[in-house]
């Protein structure tokens, strides 16, 4: 079946432009998340949804990042006012479960998308 | 506050040799999940291995094993009959509240 796709794969900005991110999980999964990975860095979350409900999103560097999944399916990471220190690769991954690991309840493996380069001039 | 920390930048194995990449590892979760994440240069991350805390038997999978020492936090990686295949940059995984990952390991492997 079909894995995480995201698009663009690349995207060059102009500082101080509005990019917006895609992501589309695999068909039936719950729950999705938004990481930021810096050039030879691990990734670093940035929120969660679970559905349509952003359940977390501490891992937001600033207002400027924004993200939203209105039908509980696709997502979209929106950065405003794009700046130099936000050149990343954003990666999204979707489980089938409630990633919670505490109470009792069950999590599942994450499945990451190829992720898109972003390169803000 | 949750850590993972990987203390190799870089490891290098023969082909068909064994490899043991470490990873070590601070929550206050009672609770959790350790994973190995391979990224190949593509960038895909795909899932190599994943142990729940409360197991106290190692994971394994084909030639990828785990060592698991719970009290000293610490999840390393063992790849066994190694393959140009598996070089890659390797992440070590941490899964309380949030997946938390490593700075990563990157595996050469030498033919």
């Known amino acids: 079946g079909a894995g995480v796709s995201q698009s663009p794969r690349y995207k060059v900005a102009k500082r101080g432009q509005d990019v917006a991110l895609r992501c589309d999980p695999i068909?039936?999964?719950?729950?999705l998340f938004w990481y930021q990975q810096a050039l030879g860095q691990g990734p670093e979350f940035l929120t969660y949804f679970q559905n349509e409900a952003q359940l977390d999103k501490s891992g937001l560097p600033s207002d400027r990042f924004f993200a939203e999944r209105p039908e509980g399916s696709v997502s979209t990471l929106k950065i405003q006012r794009t700046q130099q220190e936000d050149s990343a690769v954003y990666l999204c991954?979707?489980?089938?479960?409630?990633?919670?690991?505490?109470?009792?309840?069950?999590?599942?493996?994450?499945?990451f998308g190829p992720g898109t380069r972003l390169t803000v001039l | 506050a949750q850590t993972v920390t990987q203390s190799q930048p870089e490891m290098s194995v023969q082909e068909a040799e064994t490899v043991t990449l470490s990873c070590t590892y601070d929550?206050?979760?009672?609770?959790?999940?350790l994973f190995w994440y391979k990224q190949p240069p593509s960038r895909q991350m795909i899932l190599v291995i994943r142990?729940?805390?409360?197991?106290?038997q190692n994971a394994t999978e084909n030639r990828f094993s785990v060592n698991f020492q719970k009290a000293a936090k610490s999840f390393s990686l063992k790849i066994s009959d190694s393959q140009l295949g598996d070089a890659a940059m390797y992440f070590c995984a941490q899964y309380g509240n949030k997946l938390v990952f490593g700075a990563g390991t990157i595996l050469r492997v030498k033919s």
């Open positions: 142990q729940e805390a409360y197991k106290q």
């Open positions: 929550t206050s979760e009672s609770d959790y999940y």
């Open positions: 991954a979707s489980s089938l479960v409630l990633g919670f690991a505490s109470g009792g309840e069950s999590t599942d493996t994450q499945y």
């Open positions: 068909s039936g999964h719950v729950s």
